[in-house]
């Protein structure tokens, strides 16, 4: 079995494993069954990738959407992996040569859609190429909580058991619920080799706001940030195309995208998005997920989303490269009625509408919270945290008072009213508002009538958003949305705790944090021509920019400033195959000068101490080719010998006539001078 250091190296350019990635390795390496739950930009595929080229077979991997598959096996092909994809996109043509591959035992990977495990004929195709294992891409589609193609992930387990091989599932999204019914589904409640790596995303900056004008909002945010790729989010088709005319008007690089668009235009602008620099989408959340774009800079959410679990998915998206990256997240009153009323106009059970009125409780905690975003959003994972300085509140702490009584009062409100009402009416009653409805209820004649009025009716409303976001306090599916009280609430009710409560939650446009650049001033220059080269090299080899190589790679470039393919060579991101297609055309950016080919030997030694030992051997061959004197018989080494010399170091003329090519002659001619040169001397 291959050392997967070595590929690691050779293969992906990278000189160490990001934190968490060697375990995971180890473990699917090892053969056992795996859960890894990793953080978007974490590197979860290269965790199934690696070991899939460590092992003998094939490695099947089950991904949700063709866009993401085409994605990675674009990205492993251009590494020099041979990997493949059945998908109904493919053409005839890519499909006979996956399938010539495979019977040719060349295909390491083989990805397929999860509908693809519905024919009989995959069943058997999968057993005749020789499986070695199963790889599960986005697994929490199992859960029930999970996405339209659920019933055929919940095939998954039937292959594992039908091939009996081991399977790791992967995902970047799935609180305790979610993980507990992927080991149902997908291990036969067999808890496998579990790695929660965190949801942690430090390079993301996190913000939200109150809608105020909510297209200025948006355009403010992206003026901010124009020339970088981005992504805003949008409940509804029709804004997608307005906002994206919007962008458009101001002077911005922006289309749109929606489920109602012909799927061709869909085809169009994923393609434009992953090789255009600077490109806005604004979409709904149809669009993103089989996005695999390294270096969108931003997310912004014109809507709220659905949950935290769609939050985290959405903004996810952003910074995969590590660099710096932004949000922000608009919300209002409407967005939330919106919401409330998908979840109860819905055909789930009752006990699944529940669910989801707490997971969108648990989004306007975090949409309202007093404290680090941060610390809000791992808690719900169930991760703990210090305060992240990298959110709007850690930037500028939240205007907060003390709203013990004002929360007492609403919830004397609820149980007054027998806990039948939604906030609009309870409102009324605090406000002492007498409507007809207060009237001929008589609820004008409670205690609670008019307690109140030192507050607004929006002031009010928004106490009500934020107890909702505290989860004191949740609609009532079987009660129109009647809000009923949680246990949560009863210490405050019976003035055994306090609580605070967010008084402003509109930021001042000055209070917004300052855009992070990518390089200093002195190499942003260079890494423009950098970028201008990979959008060249992409735009002729038909595949998206990031594929040449990633917005880090040639921030790496223009900070290290390589003066050779050796320097090149040690730079994240650069394996062999790499160094050899892409090496010299971007020196040559660097450096202002055309570079020599090295020979194909030379170059596998690129970037390693060997390759200075290989210079030196090639001088002192060229040097005795005719002998000591120059007057003897021509005599010669293959480059190969010479590379062979160079990684294996003899230490003696016995060892060096045993290299392949040398031989006793030619180590009489050559070997001690190239001893000489392996001892360093």
Request: net charge neutral; hydrophobic share 40%.
């Amino acid at each position: 079995m291959t050392d997967p250091s070595d590929l690691l190296a050779s293969v992906f350019g990278f000189s160490e494993f990001r934190p968490g990635q060697a375990e995971i390795v180890e473990a699917v390496l090892a053969g056992q069954n795996t859960l890894a739950i990793m953080p978007t930009g974490g590197g979860k595929s290269l965790c199934f990738q690696l070991p899939a080229l460590c092992r003998e077979g094939v490695t099947v991997v089950i991904s949700p959407l063709i866009a993401l598959m085409r994605d990675q096996v674009r990205a492993l092909r251009a590494a020099g992996v041979e990997a493949g994809a059945l998908t109904s996109g493919n053409t005839d043509e890519e499909t006979e040569e996956v399938f010539r591959a495979l019977d040719e035992g060349r295909l390491k990977l083989l990805y397929l859609a999860p509908e693809r495990l519905a024919s009989g004929a995959s069943l058997q195709m999968l057993r005749r190429i020789g499986v070695s294992a199963i790889a599960v891409d986005e697994a929490h589609c199992v859960s029930q909580w999970g996405h339209d193609f659920r019933p055929d992930y919940l095939r998954i387990g039937e292959l594992r058991r039908t091939l009996d091989v081991p399977l790791a599932a992967f995902t970047a999204t799935a609180d305790e619920e979610t993980r507990t019914e992927i080991i149902t589904r997908l291990f036969d409640g067999q808890t496998p080799s579990t790695f929660l790596r965190g949801f942690d995303r430090p390079n993301i900056h996190l913000a939200f706001a109150v809608k105020d004008n909510p297209r200025k909002q948006i355009l403010a945010f992206a003026a901010g940030r124009k020339g970088q790729s981005g992504i805003v989010y949008c409940g509804t088709r029709a804004k997608t195309e307005t906002l994206a005319q919007a962008l458009r008007e101001a002077g911005h690089l922006a289309t749109s995208y929606h489920g109602g668009m012909d799927a061709e235009d869909r085809r169009t602008t994923e393609a434009r998005f992953q090789r255009e620099d600077g490109l806005i989408v604004v979409a709904t959340v149809a669009f993103g997920m089989g996005i695999d774009k390294p270096d969108i800079r931003w997310v912004a959410h014109a809507d709220l989303p659905k949950s935290i679990e769609g939050y985290y998915q959405e903004i996810g998206r952003a910074g995969r490269d590590s660099a710096p990256a932004e949000t922000l997240t608009l919300y209002g009153p409407d967005d939330i009625r919106l919401r409330r009323s998908q979840i109860d106009e819905g055909l789930a059970p009752p006990e699944r509408k529940d669910a989801d009125h707490a997971r969108l409780n648990a989004l306007l905690g975090l949409a309202e919270a007093t404290g680090c975003r941060r610390q809000v959003l791992l808690g719900y994972f169930g991760e703990t945290s210090t305060a992240c300085k990298n959110c709007d509140i850690c930037d500028r702490p939240a205007l907060v008072f003390d709203a013990t009584e004002a929360v007492r009062k609403a919830l004397s409100a609820i149980l007054r009213t027998g806990e039948t009402f939604g906030a609009g009416h309870l409102i009324d009653i605090l406000t002492g508002n007498s409507t007809e409805k207060v009237r001929q209820r008589g609820h004008d004649q409670l205690p609670t009538f008019a307690v109140g009025k030192e507050l607004s009716k929006p002031a009010w409303g928004a106490v009500f958003r934020q107890m909702m976001g505290r989860d004191l306090v949740r609609p009532d599916t079987e009660r129109y949305g009647a809000l009923r009280m949680t246990d949560a609430a009863r210490p405050i009710l019976r003035g055994e705790e306090n609580i605070t409560l967010r008084k402003d939650t509109i930021q001042s446009a000055g209070a917004r944090p300052v855009v992070k650049t990518m390089v200093s001033e002195e190499d942003a220059p260079l890494l423009s021509a950098l970028k201008a080269k990979r959008r060249a090299l992409a735009e002729a080899a038909r595949v998206p920019a990031y594929v040449i190589f990633p917005d880090r790679t040639l921030i790496e470039m223009a900070e290290s400033r390589p003066a050779n393919l050796d320097d090149m060579a040690r730079i994240n991101g650069i394996g062999a195959k790499k160094l050899e297609s892409y090496g010299s055309a971007f020196l040559a950016v660097i450096t202002g000068a055309q570079t020599a080919q090295l020979h194909p030997q030379r170059m596998r030694l690129a970037g390693r101490d060997a390759g200075a030992v290989f210079d030196r051997l090639a001088q002192v061959h060229l040097d005795l080719q005719r002998g000591p004197e120059g007057i003897d018989k021509p005599l010669s080494c293959t480059q190969t010998t010479l590379r062979h010399i160079a990684e294996r170091r003899p230490a003696t003329l016995a060892e060096m006539e045993r290299i392949p090519g040398m031989g006793a002659q030619k180590a009489e001619r050559f070997g001690a001078a190239f001893l000489t040169v392996v001892a360093g001397d």
